[in-house]
């Protein structure tokens, strides 16, 4: 039997646990693979309480017990907080909880005891008060995973995007644009859409950064200085990818046939045409690390926590997405072996 997922706590606080619940209780209809929760049961069954459920929960102490458990309970290995979590009102006291589920998932995946790690949204701001020094999930998981470089890549049924930067303000992320940058993340997405996606030769599509991809440098250079010349940097490595091409004509339904991904230089011109026309079916993955990564494609939405009104569609997504890519990797595996 296949490893089980692991899903990370999340922001305790937040919607997690309402969409973890939800997620469990379609997990025959949408035929789930086996997943375990890492984090405080108190969050669950608070959830469930407020939502009008009677939700099994199962403790356990290893992975391998989660598969044989799912279907009739949800499997839970315990991370307790230090303060009861309520809806919508952060407490960064419970923050080294929060990271703690995440690394002990990872630990799990690691050792092979997990297939994969699905994260539950985190509240960045309320984790850097408590000391947090990353800007996201995707650096701390590369930290955990020995500090190679990581590629946030958003994949859905209608279009896959990866912003060549990330969690930095726009001004800065012009400023980090450069021939290698662009090119290392070329290389990502173009491994990750062999390995994890099955696509055999990926067309990749890059985002100019100004209006019209530059008008020639009337509207910008960088276009011309940076981006072009990276791309033809990309071709000469065997990537097909082509561009840079205007931003605002590359995402509608005729030229997405023309790629598997976009390249895009920053995280809003990625994520805008995402959203916009896939929000419940978009599912973050983190490409470059040797355990498989997704999360649902959204925040933790304290305005409606607790209200039962959240929709489990991303982070179910985001559990069918990491399944597939563990399979997918499983079986490259033993072609290759």
Not at 46 to 74: C, H, K, N, Q
Not at 250 to 272: E, P, T
Request: net charge negative; aromatic share 4%; glycine share 8%.
């Amino acid at each position: 039997m296949a490893a089980p997922l692991a899903l990370s706590m999340g922001e305790p606080a937040g919607i997690a646990p309402e969409i973890t619940l939800k997620a469990w209780i379609a997990r025959r209809e949408e035929r789930l693979a086996p997943f375990f929760f890492i984090g405080d049961p108190a969050v669950l069954t608070d959830a469930a309480a407020s939502l009008g459920l009677t939700l099994p929960l199962v403790e356990i102490a290893r992975p391998a017990e989660a598969p044989a458990l799912f279907d009739r309970a949800l499997p839970v290995l315990p991370v307790a907080l230090p303060e009861r979590a309520q809806a919508g009102h952060l407490d960064p006291r419970n923050s080294p909880a929060v990271l703690r589920a995440i690394d002990v998932a990872v630990e799990f995946c690691r050792a092979g005891e997990a297939s994969g790690l699905v994260t539950n949204p985190i509240h960045k701001k309320a984790l850097q008060d408590a000391g947090f020094r990353h800007p996201g999930h995707t650096e701390y998981l590369a930290e955990l995973c020995g500090g190679m470089h990581p590629l946030m890549l958003f994949d859905s049924a209608l279009l896959r995007v990866a912003p060549v930067t990330i969690h930095v303000p726009l001004r800065e992320a012009i400023s980090m644009l450069n021939r290698d940058l662009l090119l290392v993340s070329a290389r990502l997405a173009a491994a990750s859409l062999r390995q994890d996606f099955g696509v055999k030769s990926p067309r990749i599509a890059v985002a100019g950064l100004n209006p019209h991809a530059g008008e020639q440098g009337s509207l910008g250079r960088e276009d011309l200085d940076v981006i072009a010349p990276a791309v033809e940097a990309m071709r000469a490595e065997g990537i097909d990818a082509f561009g840079p091409l205007p931003p605002d004509a590359m995402f509608h339904a005729a030229a997405r046939q023309r790629y598997d991904l976009a390249l895009c230089m920053y995280h809003d011109q990625a994520l805008i045409p995402l959203k916009t026309l896939d929000f419940d079916g978009a599912v973050n993955v983190t490409a470059g690390l040797p355990i498989v990564r997704t999360s649902p494609d959204h925040g933790t939405a304290l305005d409606i926590a607790g209200r039962g009104s959240a929709s489990p569609r991303s982070l179910i997504a985001a559990i069918r997405c990491a399944a597939g890519i563990a399979h997918q990797r499983a079986g490259a595996g033993k072609a290759n072996g």
